[in-house]
């Protein structure tokens, strides 16, 4: 970013930069439009006093050039470098800035830049700011104090305030004062004030905007706050009417006369103006009536006691955890009858179950016990629950038959009649005829 000699500023807020001391007048200046701004600097390595005023916009621009030559090693005369240095600035003894001012940087490459608009109760304070240059590459330090003496203003506040959202710029293009001083008179040429300040800058990102895309060189956008000791023009107050709240309603651009004037280098959001007009504001302070709500004057206040009474705490300690524990334990002991004293038996069960229920029952457990001990050996004999018990012609009983007999593996399910002992041979019908060999 770019800044201009000091003869060639034109906007009218509190410019200042690094190892310069000005007095100056802005150049376009008519009737009772003026500013003057002191700037005092000395030697590197010491304070810097600048001296801006209540309600205008501060600008202080940190030259990465001036802290070039306190890195070693140091260059030589007519030598160039171009280390990365970023900057850090405190309020001292604290580890941020005030509130009022911001800082901005966007890589260690540009220039940084202090800027803000002083209140009316910092006015006669010393602000001392710290400043901490770091050299990227070296990983060297320097550091010296800037204190910002800030001066009340006759004309402050401006009663008319205007704040315009520029949605082509971002906060640092704007703070350049070639930029702020075309856009100063252009808003000159429309609203037609004697007196027109610069009273703040914010950055749209510090106001709940979003980060824009890279592409097609989209910008943050800035709001710009101007103040002017005339109403505003017809101009201005044609976005209050009906019909342009009506398109700002439906996300249209709302018609506006003047927008050619800024159109050439700035896009203006007229949907986002606001007009301010501190001359109609009525003051919300109201004096403090006694009556009924506002508690009496209770007298100077009294502090108890440094000397504090011993207090027991053998009664807190019983009432927390020996009454829960004694309750815990009845109902323990509670559960432990009815859990072991009052079961009913194997006995009892069975005297109270029919006979044939449980001889179902013993027949199913003695089938899966045998079941469970053919699983753990498989050459074990045929289960007699698997064996014929009836001849199948005579139906007379047979006898179990043993695994010496013949061997069990090949032991069918039933047997046939050819290997059934007292098995009665049937005969077998001849078919009649002649027989062909």
């Not at 608009?117 to 400043?131: D, L, W």
């Not at 710009?224 to 009906?242: I, T, W």
């Not at 179902?360 to 089938?367: E, F, G, V």
């Not at 069990?408 to 290997?419: A, D, G, H």
Request: charged share 20%; proline share 8%.
């Amino acid at each position: 970013m770019q800044f201009p000699p000091w003869w060639e500023l034109g906007d009218p807020c509190a410019w200042t930069g690094q190892g310069r001391g000005t007095r100056r007048m802005s150049p376009w200046t008519t009737g009772t439009f003026l500013l003057t701004v002191y700037t005092i600097f000395s030697k590197v390595h010491s304070d810097r006093d600048v001296y801006p005023s209540a309600g205008v916009l501060f600008v202080h621009v940190l030259e990465r050039e001036s802290f070039k030559g306190e890195f070693p090693p140091y260059p030589k005369p007519g030598e160039i470098s171009n280390d990365p240095i970023t900057f850090n600035t405190n309020l001292m003894g604290y580890p941020d800035r005030p509130g009022w001012l911001r800082y901005i940087q966007r890589t260690p490459y540009s220039d940084g830049v202090l800027y803000g608009s002083p209140t009316a109760e910092n006015v006669g304070k010393p602000t001392i700011i710290e400043i901490t240059a770091y050299n990227r590459r070296t990983f060297e330090t320097a550091r010296h104090n800037l204190i910002i003496n800030i001066m009340s203003a006759e004309d402050f506040p401006l009663p008319y305030q205007a704040e315009f959202f520029i949605k082509n710029m971002n906060v640092e293009e704007m703070l350049a004062s070639e930029v702020l001083g075309d856009f100063l008179g252009a808003v000159k040429n429309v609203w037609q004030p004697e007196r027109l300040n610069a009273i703040n800058i914010t950055s749209a990102l510090d106001r709940g905007g979003r980060v824009p895309l890279p592409i097609n060189d989209m910008k943050e956008g800035v709001y710009v706050m101007v103040g002017a000791d005339v109403p505003f023009s017809s101009c201005l107050r044609e976005v209050e009417n009906p019909q342009n709240q009506l398109r700002c309603s439906q996300e249209m651009e709302p018609v506006i006369t003047c927008d050619k004037k800024f159109r050439s280098q700035f896009y203006i959001d007229w949907c986002k103006i606001s007009l301010v007009d501190k001359t109609k504001q009525v003051s919300t302070f109201q004096e403090v009536i006694r009556g009924e709500g506002i508690l009496p004057d209770g007298g100077e206040y009294k502090p108890p006691s440094d000397s504090l009474k011993s207090r027991d705490y053998y009664t807190d300690f019983l009432i927390t955890l020996a009454v829960p524990s004694a309750v815990a334990l009845v109902l323990f002991l509670i559960l432990a009858y009815i859990m072991c004293c009052r079961r009913e038996g194997v006995e009892k069960r069975n005297m109270q179950t029919p006979d044939i229920q449980l001889v179902h029952h013993s027949a199913i457990q003695k089938s899966t016990k045998e079941l469970r001990d053919m699983s753990k050996n498989r050459e074990i004999a045929w289960p007699l629950s698997t064996l014929p018990v009836f001849h199948p012609v005579t139906g007379e009983i047979i006898p179990p038959l043993h695994a010496d007999s013949y061997e069990s593996t090949n032991m069918p399910l039933m047997q046939t009649q050819q290997n059934l002992p007292h098995q009665t041979q049937i005969p077998q019908q001849q078919t009649t005829g002649k027989w062909y060999p």
